[in-house]
């Protein structure tokens, strides 16, 4: 649960920071424990944090302490469901591969990022990665998630 907020941003990272402005308020649906979002943190005004996980709240609270970061806040709940703030910049990465009511979830992310909303996601959803090793495990295939194309459709 942890990355270093202060670390270099990866080239994946870069361009994602490169849509930000110094201004912007980021509401960041599911940010985790803030791999994403923290390094952003330090390049706007502030960045609110969506997460339903309590202990991925507990994560992200401590590393942006760890990190001396000040400018970020949580709102624990569920997405689309969480009476959430606006913002600038709505910004997922990598939920929308369990969404399963997907329409509901993308208006409310238009909502809350007046000015953009970024989603992420892998070519290749990261839960595939170990297909082979899965079905090794688990004695049957593992059943892919969907990632940009189907997000996209």
Known sequence: MKADPLRSLGPNLAVIASYM?????????????GRMSLPLALRCREVINVEPSPTMAIGFRT???GAGIGNTRIVEGEWPDVDAPTGSVALVNHVTYMTREIVPFIKKLEQAGRRRVLITVNSVPGLSFQR???QLVHGEAEEIVPGHVE???
Not at 21 to 33: F, H, L, M, P, R
């Open 21 to 33: 402005e110094a201004d912007d308020v980021i509401i960041d649906v599911g940010g985790g424990a």
């Open 63 to 65: 590393n942006a302490a």
């Open 132 to 134: 082979v090793l899965y």
């Open 151 to 153: 997000l996209i459709n």
